[in-house]
């Protein structure tokens, strides 16, 4: 019985293991910017293990780098129902979205990203882009603010195209 247990156990960690030499290899390609090829690792390693969230949001990044935007926000859904303590899931999860114009959706992942993390700077700029999208100019000058007061430097542009217009 307890031979029985320990086969168990160890198929289990040679399928963890086989999944993260899949995983590895996905990220070799990622690095080559071979993005189809590591995606298609990517989804190898979590025929192996379905409950990572790391590869899952390894795909989502490869998917949206080869232009399959719409698949990478439902990597992100799953890697988010997996780990939702992750601010930086949400971040890319907005930015996935507001890819595909889907700013209202987006502005709302950008806003739990700041509130689970209002260090991450470069996400109140991403923000306005989406506020500035819907015609919300106010919103966005809000955020255009907030992100230059952080030292986002790459505000300060969109800070002298939206908000300081003179009559």
Do not use: W
Request: proline share 2%; glycine share 2%; with cysteine.
């Amino acid at each position: 019985m307890i031979l029985k247990y320990l086969i168990i156990l160890f198929l289990i960690f040679l399928s963890s293991c086989a999944s993260q030499v899949q995983y590895q290899v996905g990220i070799s390609k990622f690095t080559n910017q071979d993005y189809l090829g590591a995606n298609q690792d990517f989804s190898e390693a979590l025929a192996k293990d379905k409950r990572n969230d790391e590869i899952y949001f390894a795909r989502a990044v490869s998917r949206s780098l080869a232009g399959y935007h719409s698949l990478a926000i439902a990597d992100m859904n799953k890697a988010i129902s997996l780990n939702d303590s992750r601010p930086d899931y949400y971040f890319f999860r907005a930015y996935f979205k507001s890819q595909l114009a889907y700013h209202k959706s987006a502005i709302k992942d950008y806003s739990i990203c700041i509130s689970k993390a209002p260090y991450y700077v470069e996400v109140y700029r991403h923000r306005a882009l989406s506020f500035i999208e819907l015609g919300d100019l106010t919103e966005a000058c809000l955020d255009i603010q907030e992100a230059i007061a952080a030292g986002d430097t790459a505000a300060i542009a969109l800070q002298s195209k939206y908000c300081l217009k003179q009559p």
